[in-house]
């Protein structure tokens, strides 16, 4: 099992809502930081959010700022992803990931093996 799980993908139409949920099996993960990146067909992974340990600092991608969420639960050892007014460039596989460093990371040393989101126009 992997140390990082994804749900919450699925098919929404335009200005739809999704949430993702990232979980995290082991306790070491919440001095971690965390974020999202996502996979668009036929492109490289992008990182459209991220979150430090204590769920104090967040950072989003220009493309996202407004209509995504991250938040944390260390204590459920989840991490979130709100999806508002959803776009069909929105669609793409998104990624829950986590890196040693406790604060916003460049570099992320865990993956999960993400989840399918997919928005109709």
């Known amino acids: 099992q992997g140390q990082l799980a994804e749900s919450g993908g699925g098919s929404v139409q335009a200005g739809g809502s999704l949430r993702l949920s990232c979980a995290y099996s082991?306790?070491?993960?919440?001095?971690?930081?965390m974020a999202w990146f996502r996979q668009l067909p036929g492109q490289g992974r992008e990182r459209v959010a991220a979150?430090?340990?204590?769920?104090?600092?967040?950072m989003y991608a220009d493309s996202v700022q407004g209509r995504l969420t991250i938040s944390r639960d260390n204590a459920q050892r989840t991490v979130l992803l709100e999806m508002n007014s959803l776009k069909p460039e929105d669609t793409a596989i998104y990624y829950c990931?986590?890196?040693?460093?406790?604060?916003?990371?460049?570099?992320?040393?865990?993956w999960g093996t993400g989840t399918q989101v997919t928005v109709s126009s």
């Open positions: 082991e306790r070491r993960f919440t001095t971690y930081g």
């Open positions: 979150i430090n340990r204590w769920g104090t600092s967040t």
């Open positions: 990931t986590a890196s040693t460093y406790g604060g916003i990371s460049t570099q992320y040393d865990y």
